[in-house]
Nanobody, 124 residues
């Protein structure tokens, strides 16, 4: 089962920062574009950020632009999501998945199984 494993979530105050990590579990993460997604209570899962295989191209949802940065270290088989200026609206379970491409309707192109995700809670 092709799956990615997320980590790095936690409880943070508004305005704070967190860095999430996504590692391939028996999956060659370095060969694919990778997307970060999130699902808040009572809401559908949404795409947050995406990075191309090389790391040269990224996409971000409007709600996180200028606050979130996605990057990758293919030598470490890891993709990161640096989240700054967090707000309570960012509270969600965050997931990563490989996607077929990081452009256009990339949020609908995830093809690896969803893992447990990592909980991010922004609260004072």
């Amino acid at each position: 089962q092709m799956q990615l494993v997320e980590s790095g979530g936690g409880l943070v105050q508004p305005g704070g920062s967190l860095r999430l990590s996504c590692v391939g579990s028996r999956f060659p993460l370095e060969n694919y574009p990778i997307g970060w997604f999130r699902q808040a209570p009572g809401k559908e899962r949404e795409g947050v950020s995406c990075i191309s295989r090389s790391g040269d191209n990224t996409n971000h949802a409007d709600s996180v632009k200028a606050r979130f940065t996605i990057s990758r270290d293919n030598a470490k088989n890891t993709v990161y999501l640096q989240m700054n200026s967090l707000t309570p609206e960012d509270t969600a379970i965050y997931y990563c998945a490989a996607v077929w491409r990081c452009g256009g309707s990339w949020t609908k192109l995830a093809f690896t199984s969803w893992g447990q995700g990592t909980q991010v809670t922004v609260s004072s």
